[in-house]
């Protein structure tokens, strides 16, 4: 059996992987990236002449100081968080193919499988930077960590020795760095194209030319016998930059932070999504993400009643999603802000919850109604008993704290069949819908 035969015969239970992380070996990726890198490319890749494999390799400096200092259980959890932070970012913005694997120590290979331009990978790792560099609560202690990052995009006929070779000595150049996170493996540094402060312009210019687009992300209702209805849609933000292409919410959201943007950026989804969601027949509910600029902004509450007023969509139809990270930047904001949206109708559910940290003090504090697994949570639960059972465990805390799970990420029949015949109220996935424009979810909703 040749390479990718055996690649493509392995189930997901079959691939070998880290104990702490779960995240696979750097030889099985290897294997992944060889496989990729001998598929012929299509007319269309070949036309635009844009490389289709791309490879990064992101290491912590002077990681071994962490368990020097807080012990080895904060060092392994350090590990585990970081994990999920690249899983969560690379599930978020890569619509390709795409893999994450553990390396030696603190570091981290990310291999995609997607044509984008070098503009777009810099704008990536950047974004993944950002998100590593954000603080790190474990017990009484506060971690920041400091990553580099090697970039590059798999030559034509380079084989998976060449490109590892080259992003690690890339990254001990890096590593070596003081000044500068992200270092590309052919030698140049700056982002050829758009600098980043000519992208944050872009931005302040992209909602007038109507380049922020919103999708939709179906919802459905599940009963434990597996039956589904369709019962809202989350509001996702998409920027169709004319000449970097799209740009998914997460990377958009962090130009808008460095270009103080965020506020007008987040009133305007509100706006477009509210709207289509008015002609949305009863009783669809809307999902809408609220960021920590959100919450610390005091017309924040006052933007959004006014958004509803104008628009006509129930408010007791919407459901804001907030995640761990917003809540960490000024927990006692977010439960007074919180508590006034909740005193208005307004549902809020705790968002990619599992992914981090789970402080379980915000299911005591907060206002909420509904905990949405983050997609780790469930990528197992088919094939390893014990996924299954932490997902049992986490319903049945739920339903003694009278909150609804929605499962996210549901790729595969036998997950929706899981999810349903644990008890989660409600779920999200590919298996069913992709995010969608709003025409498309009309004719969803209206069938």
Known sequence: MNLIDTLSAQSDSEIPRDPLTGLPGLDWARARLAQWVAKDPSPGEIAAGIPRVHALL???????????????????????????????????????????????????????DEACSRERWQLFAEQLADWVTRPIQRRANTLRLSPRIALLRVLVGESAESAFDRLAQTLALAQRDMARRVLWA???????????????????????????????????????EGEEQLSGAEALARWNHPKLGRIGAGALFAVAERADHVAPLSRHIAE?????????????????NVTAADLAAVSFTFDLGKALGQSGFPTDRLTLEVTEQVLVADMSLAERSLSDLSRLGIRIALDDFGAGFCNFRYLKTLPLHYLKLDRSMIDG???????????????????????????????????????AHEGCACYQGFVRAEPMSATAFMALATV
């Open 272 to 288: 477009v999504a509210l709207t289509a969601a008015a002609h949305w027949p009863a009783p669809l509910r809307l999902s809408l």
């Open 186 to 224: 052919d030698g140049e540094i700056s982002r050829a194209g758009r600098t980043a402060a000519q992208l944050e312009a872009d931005l302040l210019h992209a909602l007038d030319k109507g380049e922020i687009e919103v999708l939709y992300q179906p919802q459905f209702a599940l009963t434990p």
């Open 58 to 112: 992101l290491g912590i400096r002077r990681f071994e100081t962490i368990n020097l200092a807080y012990g080895e259980a904060t060092g392994d959890a350090t590990l585990i968080e970081v994990a999920a932070r690249i899983t969560q970012l690379a599930s978020e913005e890569i619509d390709g193919e795409w893999v994450v694997a553990r390396g030696t120590g603190g570091t981290f290979l990310l291999i995609a």
């Open 381 to 419: 639960i088919t094939e390893d008993p014990r996924d299954l059972a932490v997902l049992r465990a986490i319903v049945a805390m739920a339903k003694a704290l009278d909150l609804s799970v929605i499962a996210e990420g549901i790729e595969t029949e036998a997950q929706r069949m899981a999810v």
